[in-house]
């Protein structure tokens, strides 16, 4: 009886092996191989976290939305941009080098921070440089945004566009005028040589803290005012902790959105491709919408009688430029001849 039941288990086992043949079914134990190695990550989703610091109904808030939104559909999902608002993956003070260290993949910091490292990016912080949203673009799309954009040369960093924020105001708990009412108060910056210079040739101290700790200095005291665009200052409501706004244009303010080269090299040509379409037509939407916002914000701080609100005049306009103009003999060299050159190229055009 055992010799049979033997010869009845070998006989099926048979019968299912000669099966599985027929069939083509494979019995081995070993992950089958892809014909092109290379083809073998296209199928995995990439996750890419984009972190940064302020509230996503502001200009760059909005755009980074709209960029994940746009990176989704042209990778049909395979692409995730992870969005971290309000600093709360990482702040000013420490994106930068998370982003160098492979802690996160995607940064949008300001001009202003990062001039320190790439001395270039200097021009984009003299006050009165640039007369108007449009003749940033036209910087940033012509010779000028290329040196720029050369300048960043960290080894695993890549800059992929510059968004708009708009231009900035000033404000305080006291009127801002004229230089003179500027003498011995004490100012919020960020991180930028040539902003703290800028205060210091208005007679004014100034003090670097970052954007997530700005509402708090202000209403500590610890700073009398503060400079920022009208969407940044009703968004953050420091309204509340600032009586007086000079609207006075002085200074742009944009984001140098920058990813990880580690990241980068790991894409596909593909997916390298739909990202920079998506940043094109992000940058280009958020050119026209930054504006519009801003607009926005000062007229809902106007109607409701959020701050004393002051349009600078031309008298005043004129003082400032003249307070602040030693700055450009101060930093051409630090910015460099051929960068300053393609600036007063632009802007010595036509109005």
Known sequence: MKSLRWLIVFLISGLVLSIGVGFGFSFTMQKPKYEDEEQAGLNQKVIIRFSHVVAESTPKGLAVARFAELVRQKTNGMVEIR????????N????????????VEMIAPATSKLSARYPAWMVMDLPYAFRDERMVGEA???PLGKLLFQAINDPNVKGLALWDNGFKQ???NEPLRNPDDFKGKTFRIMASPVLRSQFAALGAQAESYGFDDLYRQLEMGSVEGEENTLSNIYSKRLYQVQKHMDVSNHGYLGYIVLINKTTWNRLSE????A?????????AWVRHYAHDINNRALTEMKDRHLMTIHMQTDAEKKAWKKAVSPLYDQYKDIIGEQVLAEWQKLNSRPQ
């Open 92 to 103: 000013d003070a420490t994106e930068f080098d998370a982003l160098q260290q492979d802690q």
């Open 170 to 172: 000033m404000t305080s």
């Open 270 to 273: 593909k997916q390298r491709q």
């Open 140 to 142: 940033m799309d012509g």
């Open 83 to 90: 969005v971290y608002p309000n600093a709360t993956l990482y």
């Open 275 to 283: 990202i920079q379409e998506a940043m094109a037509e992000t940058t």
